[in-house]
């Protein structure tokens, strides 16, 4: 009876700002083991109060603690904010989360709502394990819109130990585009763009798309930029593909500055500009984009939207070659065969018309083709000419078809 009298007094103190008289009543029985005024203990030492407690967060943390272990649930709720609060490695904040869920199953509805809509930064520096999966999956129970979104990174690329599951995958995306994350929307447009996991439906694509592109998704911008430009799921229209393009640009996304680019130099959606076009395919390469350095390379050697150097255009070709861009090949192979910007060279000529006939570019097996036929400065094999002019034709590319035919071969 007097416990619960002094208890009772410490409280209705501490709820009037008369920290004197609560330390006086629950200080001692925090010290006795009693969970209510370990956690009130905790409360004045969190916040500190004049001259009569001071703010410690080393004690505030011993209290909760106390009374958390003891099943207090707002003490597990209070103790699992310490954890967040300290410094944030990984542990810390998986001990948090244990704290949550021992709180929510008590019922303690602030800790049920932390363990649903905080974003825990930390998840995706989780170690590739199954232990990690698990974390997660518990989680995902509580709707975390974080943990669906990487579970469904799990399942689509196999990782935490899980064996790839496209469908579940899909499953775990569209829990999380639902709950609102827009990386969630994003890859579910692309699941559905690709009908990778699920039907193809270029319509629900684009609706995703739009779901994350109109909250500043730059890859779903971009997304919904080539959907506009070629007509998948919305009406073809160059204007509004332009517009996805340039926002996802804006936001320094490489792809979409490629595209943007691409825009301006043959005036899609936009006034033709090669100036704007050759600043856009610029920003592009900062990236290290191949498509991109390519196209700095033609703007050179055409002297589109910049001063023509054949030289300067060599070194971008040469960037975008050696990440296996088929046109830089054909078009720095071409630049050693007639010496434009590089010593005129038959063999490094060669060489790269062979790297872009290898990667499949019809024109570079052509080029490859003829080299063979005419032996200029390089073994002449008529074998060698008559296959790749085959390579060529089958790609339905006329000049190997009119060659074979001059051959007396059939294509």
Not at 2 to 14: T, Y
Not at 29 to 35: P, R, T
Not at 151 to 178: H, I, M, P
Not at 323 to 331: R, T
């Amino acid at each position: 009876m007097i416990v619960d009298f002094d208890l009772k007094r410490g409280i209705s103190a501490f709820e009037v700002d008369d920290y004197v008289t609560s330390l006086r009543c629950l200080e001692p029985l925090a010290i006795k083991g009693n969970s209510i005024a370990q956690l009130y203990m905790g409360y004045m030492h969190m916040s500190g109060y004049g001259d009569v407690i001071s703010e410690n967060s080393v004690q505030a943390q011993h209290w909760f603690s106390l009374a958390a272990h003891q099943g207090n649930a707002e003490a597990q709720f209070q103790y699992a904010l310490r954890f967040l609060l300290s410094k944030q490695n990984i542990e810390s904040n998986l001990d948090a989360i244990s704290w949550l869920e021992k709180a929510a199953k008590q019922g303690h509805e602030i800790a049920k709502n932390n363990l649903k809509v905080r974003h825990f930064d930390f998840l995706v520096k989780l170690p590739d394990d199954a232990k990690s999966f698990h974390v997660l999956t518990r989680l995902a129970k509580y709707e975390n819109c974080s943990a669906q979104f990487i579970l469904g990174v799990a399942y689509d690329t196999g990782c935490f130990g899980v064996q790839q599951d496209l469908s579940n995958a899909a499953f775990w995306y569209r829990k999380a585009a639902e709950a609102g994350s827009t990386a969630a929307q994003t890859n579910l447009g692309m699941m559905y763009a690709r009908g990778i996991g699920i039907s193809q439906d270029s319509f629900e694509a684009c609706k995703w798309y739009l779901k994350a592109a109109e909250q500043g998704e730059a890859v779903a911008q971009h997304n919904l930029g080539l959907m506009c430009e070629h007509g998948r799921g919305v009406p073809k229209n160059d204007v509004l593909a332009a517009e996805w393009y340039l926002k996802a640009a804006n936001q320094g996304f490489d792809l979409a500055q490629h595209n943007i680019g691409l825009a301006y130099k043959f005036g899609r959606g936009v006034a033709k500009d090669g100036g704007l076009a050759y600043q856009w395919f610029m920003k592009a390469t900062e990236h290290g984009n191949a498509g991109a350095q390519f196209q700095v390379g033609r703007c050179l050697e055409c002297g589109t939207g910049v001063r023509q150097n054949y030289a300067e255009a060599a070194k971008w070709y040469r960037l975008a070659s050696e990440q296996d861009e088929a046109m830089a090949c054909q078009n720095l192979g071409y630049l050693y065969e007639h010496g434009y910007g590089v010593p005129k060279d038959h063999r490094e000529a060669m060489a790269f018309y062979r790297k872009g006939a290898e990667l499949g570019l019809a024109s570079s097996q052509c080029c490859l083709a003829f080299m063979y036929q005419q032996g200029e400065n390089t073994p002449k094999d008529l074998g060698e000419s008559i296959k790749w002019y085959r390579e060529a034709a089958n790609k339905g590319d006329q000049r190997a078809i009119d060659a074979l035919a001059r051959l007396n071969v059939r294509s």
